[in-house]
């Protein structure tokens, strides 16, 4: 029997019902500026000529792995990732980004290495760290545990928003390449690999690195080369492939009746999901439902663009790949 994510004790479906549930009481305070419904990678609002979208996150319980090995200056990349590439799914530059940091008992040096890490991902990101909270909170956290979270906004024009809604069947999806796990499934991956320092310590040969190090590898933020393709040509749409994996993220950006099929091996998928993968005993379908799987946000684009904008992201510095096409019908198709 292979592993779930709710055997890991995340239960999507109770997710969904908690959204559904939510939904009303959200309604009664949009205004006419509110510009989509819940769900949608952003929070969009109408202000001007511009839309400012928004997005808040945190970083998961990657964060267990960061107390055992002692090191705290890259979660707070991850933090900022997790919105950031929220909001420029929509085109919106990220303009500016708070944090919340909550723990037993502040550690100066400590929160400095977090907040180095928030300050490393808003330079990627090319926005401002404003301002933010630090709650201690004694007896309510483990001691020397913590939670950040993070919130993002940026604009776009109103002409440029990016909402999929010009996508069509036949349009071309292109992935780029995530860094490795990024920040998600990591209560499932906690079944597998202990937060101890002794496993995490191991160097595992094909990794080239310590598997403490493969773990906290920060979250690829993808703003400046996605916003310098959105200036070149159109993008349709964008992805953020965060929980939920393929099957969950791709829909999210498709117009109503349309689907994806995506060619599996059409990117070289990084090692650690295949070490991972092997143990778990995971249905692929499972897989692609929980972890990035080696592809951290996919662009649609007309089938007339798709070689251009491959050669233009690489030429960014990305690893971009052909990875598959919108079609008719809903849901996501899992090829090959």
């Known amino acids: ?17 908690a959204v559904k549930l939510i939904k009303k009481h959200a309604h009664s305070t949009f205004d006419g ?10 929070g969009m609002y109408e202000y001007g000529d511009s839309v400012l979208v928004s997005g808040t996150d945190g970083v998961g319980t990657k964060l267990k792995y960061a107390f055992v090995l002692d090191k705290h200056d890259t979660v707070g990349i991850d933090c900022v990732a997790m919105c950031a590439n929220d909001v420029v799914c929509h085109g919106a530059k990220p303009m500016f980004f708070l944090d919340y940091i909550a723990t037993s008992k ?46 993002c906004v ?6 440029k928003l990016i909402n999929g809604s010009s996508i069509r069947p036949g349009d071309k999806l292109i992935g780029l390449r995530s860094s490795g796990l990024h920040s998600n499934g990591f209560s499932l991956v906690r079944k597998l690999i202990t ?18 190090e493969e773990l906290l590898t920060p979250t690829r933020i993808y703003v400046k080369p996605l916003l310098a393709l959105m200036d070149s040509f159109e993008i349709r749409g964008a992805a953020h492939i965060t929980g939920g994996g393929f099957i969950e993220n791709i829909p999210r950006r498709l117009p109503k009746g349309l689907g994806a099929r995506i060619e599996l091996g059409s990117w070289d998928m990084p090692l650690i999901f ?12 499972d897989a692609y439902n ?20 491959l050669a233009a992201a ?23």
Request: with cysteine.
């Open 290 to 309: 929980t972890f990035n799987m080696g592809i951290g946000m996919v662009i649609a684009v007309s089938p007339e663009l798709e070689s251009d904008v």
């Open 314 to 336: 690489k030429e960014l510095g990305e690893q971009p790949f052909a990875i598959g096409s919108v079609q008719e019908g809903e849901g996501v198709r899992l090829c090959g």
């Open 1 to 17: 029997m292979g592993y779930t994510y709710k055997d890991a004790g995340v239960d999507v479906e109770a997710g969904y019902e």
């Open 106 to 151: 502040l550690v100066p040096q400590k929160v400095a290495d977090i907040v180095k890490g928030i300050a490393e991902g808003c330079r990627q990101a090319g926005c401002a760290l404003i301002g933010g909270e630090t709650a201690e909170m004694p007896s309510f956290y483990a001691k020397g545990e913590y939670d950040i979270a993070g919130f």
């Open 274 to 285: 295949k070490l991972l993968l092997g143990d778990m005993n995971m249905k692929t379908e």
């Open 33 to 42: 500026h509110v510009l989509q419904d819940l769900g949608s990678f952003g």
């Open 195 to 212: 937060p101890d320092k002794r496993v995490l310590s191991q160097y595992i040969d094909n990794l080239g690195k310590t598997l403490g």
């Open 154 to 159: 940026g604009s776009v024009p109103k002409d």
